[in-house]
Structures are given as structure tokens and as C-alpha cells.
């Protein structure tokens, strides 16, 4: 069997060959064809089958790396895909572990674009509800823009030839290549935290598709989105369009147009306030003259006042009567009233009630009397009996009696058992009249 059999694999041993092989042997392969069997569990990883006419290959993408790419797998497209094969140890599957993935076909920037713009539209990022409007005459506002462009120069040319007062905050990004997106995306977020900007201008030149796709991203349409100052987009020429144009509250072809549409020119306010104040000056002479005329019309209607005076005297005197009349047949009526209670009072005599009510007070005095007597005597012989209790417990009368308390020198411990004495100790006895030093000389025992 050894010679027959020189080397026998375990199965885990013989995969872990086979991936070992396979990994070494195509650490970076590109392969083609066509999505099926996808599948995005909870995980958030594609995992789906790469097919042509004859053969099959599983594939994953893991979460890492879609989340970062434009173009997402889809079934029944055909893709490139770039990545290495590694074998799966469980069930002996090898298949392809993907990095990068692309449509095959039509250009891979312009699916992207209308897929990504496809799908903020149903997310609502376009809605015109969304859109601020701009304001009227911004006091301060921010350029988010290469500050080496011609975009940033005709600019500030334009806005400082149509209201030069106007302050301009100029953000520099890198507005094409690696890292572009993020940084405008910085810029935005960072600005939205100054509470004293009115605009912000997103500002590039023109360009080709890949160098505008920065503005494409769809981390920068989420910025713009998200952004509570109004947002100005002004990308490229006329011609181009972005992701960014769509997402903004207002477009500009061009970044001479942005500066047009953020500020009027000043001669031109002038002007229109000026017409404002003619017409406000007119309107309100007109005003006048007719509140005038008609002051005067009411004027004509207005009835002779020493008319209207005398009637009102007459009035006055009429209800003067009334008042006296009323007042009159009110006093009478009070004056009945009290002669009626006085006779009402007669008949209540008040000295049958204070002789009544002094009986009653007497007879209530000589029981409080009694009461107060015999709780006081009770008081009494209780003290008294307390007082001679007391008085037996009184260590003084004990002593007066003839006894004596010896405590021990120095720590006063009153001695109760001459065993806890010893002879040549000192001792103080206290007396009824006083107290002797005394040191025992011989200790006498009382035997029971």
C-alpha cells in the first residue's frame, strides 16, 4: 500500500494545496461576462456567478470595496471585473474575490452618471421642493474652487465690477483627480458652520467628462444636499452637466454667470430704487390729496355741534330727574326697612339674654371651681409621695444613717468586696460630714 500509494492528501490538506497554488498562480486576473444568481444578504457583500457561453465562475464583492465604486453588479449585465482567486476551505469552491468592477460595453463614466443620477432622483436629492431660493443681496459669500483657475478670476472680476462691496471667502480644493470629491465635500461641510455666509459657489472650468467627475460623486451631491446655505453650481461651460448642477438650488453655465445671478449691479439697484422712491413719492401725494378731499367732504356733513349741544343738555336734565326719582323711592324704601327691624329689636330684649347667659356663666364658674380643687389636692399627695420615694434613694440619707462609701486612691472605685483590696492600699471614706484618707492595716473576711 506505501509503495502503491507514496503520499496520501486529507481533504482539508489537499484544498489547502489547491488554494495554495491558485492564489500564487493568479494573484490579479481581469476576467469577463455576465452577472447572475446576485445576491446582497444582511452583510451588505455581493455575491454572485460570472458566466459566458461554457463555463461559470463564483465571485464576491465584499462591502469594503463596492461601497467606493461607481458602477454596482446587477443581473444580466456584462462586466469586467478585476481581482484573485482563492478557494473557499469548506466546500473546495474556488472563485474570484473582486476589487473593481466595470460595465463592458457602453463608456463606464456615462453609465455611471445616469445610473447614479437615476437613482438620486428617486431619492428625492432633485426635487425642486428642496431648492433655496437665493438672497437678494448677499453681504458675504464663499467660493469653492481652485484658487489657481481662470473659473475663480473671472469671478471675482465680474462680482467686483457689478457690486464690489460685496466679501468674498475663497475655499481652495483640487477640483479633478484622486481626492477631489472629498475635498469639496470637506469644503462644504466646513462652510455650512460659519453663520455669517449668505451663498456658496461651487466653481470649476470646462472640461472632458473625467475631469468634471469629481462633481459627479455622489458623496458631493450629498454635501450640497445637506447644505442649509443656498448653493450655487457653476461647473464647466454651458455644454456640460453634472450630478452637481442637479443637486444645487440654483445652476450657472459658466462662473461669470454665478456672479451675475448673486448680485445685481449696483448702478442698477440704484436705479430701481430710485424709480421706487419717485413712485412711493407719488403714490403717497395721492394718497394725501384724497384723504384731504375727503376730509373735506365729511367736513360739509358734519352737523352744526351747538345743535347736537342742546340736545344733549336736554338729555342730561331728563335723566337728572330720572336719578332723583330713583334715588327718592330707594331712600324710602331703606326707611321702612329700618323701622321694621327696630321694632324687630324692641322685641328682642338683650337683658333676657345677659341675665340667661350669666347663669349659665356662673354655673359653669363653680364646677370649674370644684374640678380645680380636687385635681389639685390629688396633685398634691401624688408629689409628696414622690418627694419621700426620692428622699429614701438619696445616697446623703443613707450616709446620715451612719454608713460610709470607701472608693480606692487614686481611681475612686468604690470598694464592694474586700478581695479587691489589699493591705497597705489607700482608701477614702466618705461620711455623712465629710471624708478620711485611710491605708488598711489588716483586711477582716466575713465567712458565709
Same mark, same amino acid.
Given at each position: 500500500m506505501a509503495e502503491e500509494y507514496p503520499q496520501i492528501y486529507t481533504v482539508t490538506g489537499l484544498t489547502q494545496q489547491i488554494k495554495s497554488r491558485l492564489e500564487t498562480n493568479f494573484p490579479r486576473v481581469w476576467v469577463s461576462g455576465e452577472v447572475s444568481n446576485l445576491r446582497r444578504p444582511a452583510s451588505g457583500h455581493y455575491y454572485f456567478t460570472l458566466?459566458?457561453?461554457?463555463?461559470?465562475?463564483?465571485?464576491?464583492?465584499?462591502r469594503g470595496n463596492h461601497q467606493y465604486l461607481r458602477h454596482k453588479p446587477s443581473d444580466g449585465r456584462q462586466v469586467v471585473c478585476r481581482g484573485r482567486i482563492s478557494v473557499y476551505e469548506p466546500r473546495g469552491e474556488y472563485q474570484l474575490l473582486v476589487d473593481y468592477l466595470e460595465p463592458l460595453g457602453i463608456g463606464a463614466l456615462a453609465q455611471a452618471f445616469e445610473e447614479l443620477k437615476r437613482r438620486l432622483a428617486a431619492e428625492g436629492l432633485f426635487d425642486p421642493a428642496h431648492k433655496q431660493p437665493l438672497p437678494f443681496l448677499p453681504r458675504r459669500l464663499a467660493v469653492v474652487t481652485s484658487p489657481t483657475g481662470a473659473a475663480i478670476r473671472d469671478f471675482l472680476q465680474i462680482l467686483n465690477r457689478r457690486f464690489p462691496t460685496v466679501e468674498v471667502l475663497i475655499c481652495p480644493v483640487k477640483v479633478q483627480g484622486t481626492g477631489a470629491a472629498a475635498e469639496i465635500v470637506q469644503a462644504l461641510d466646513l462652510l455650512n458652520t460659519l453663520s455669517d455666509l449668505d451663498v456658496l459657489v461651487l466653481a470649476r472650468g470646462g472640461g472632458s467628462l473625467e475631469d468634471l467627475w469629481a462633481f459627479n460623486?455622489?458623496?458631493?451631491?450629498q454635501a450640497i444636499f445637506r447644505s442649509r446655505i443656498p448653493v450655487i453650481s457653476a461647473i464647466g461651460h454651458e455644454i456640460d452637466f453634472t450630478i452637481a448642477d442637479l443637486v444645487a438650488d440654483v445652476r450657472a453655465p459658466t462662473p461669470s454667470a454665478a456672479a451675475e445671478l448673486v448680485v445685481q449691479r449696483k448702478e442698477e439697484l440704484a436705479l430701481t430704487l430710485q424709480r421706487l422712491a419717485t413712485t412711493l413719492q407719488r403714490r403717497f401725494q395721492a394718497l394725501v390729496q384724497g384723504r384731504r378731499e375727503r376730509l373735506g367732504h365729511l367736513s360739509q356733513r358734519l352737523p352744526d355741534p351747538r345743535r347736537r349741544l342742546a340736545d344733549l343738555r336736554l338729555r342730561v336734565d331728563d335723566r337728572l330727574e330720572q336719578l332723583q326719582r330713583g334715588w327718592q323711592a330707594q331712600l324710602r324704601a331703606r326707611q321702612h326697612r329700618l323701622q321694621l327691624a327696630q321694632a324687630n329689636l324692641r322685641l328682642m330684649s338683650p337683658r333676657r339674654a345677659a341675665v340667661s347667659g350669666r347663669q349659665l356663666v356662673e354655673q359653669q364658674a363653680a364646677r370649674l371651681y370644684r374640678w380645680l380643687g380636687t385635681r389639685l389636692a390629688s396633685q398634691r399627695l401624688q408629689l409628696q409621695h414622690f418627694q419621700e420615694r426620692l428622699q429614701s434613694l438619696n #445616697?446623703?440619707?443613707i450616709l446620715d444613717r451612719g454608713y460610709a462609701i470607701a472608693t480606692?486612691? #487614686?481611681?475612686?472605685e468604690v470598694v464592694r468586696d474586700v478581695q479587691r483590696v489589699q493591705v497597705g492600699a489607700a482608701l477614702r471614706v466618705r461620711v455623712a460630714r465629710g471624708s478620711m484618707d485611710c491605708e488598711i492595716q489588716k483586711i477582716n473576711k466575713i465567712l458565709n
Open positions: 458566466k459566458d457561453e461554457a463555463s461559470q465562475l463564483r465571485a464576491v464583492l465584499f460623486e455622489e458623496a458631493v451631491a #445616697p446623703q440619707a480606692t486612691l #487614686p481611681d475612686q
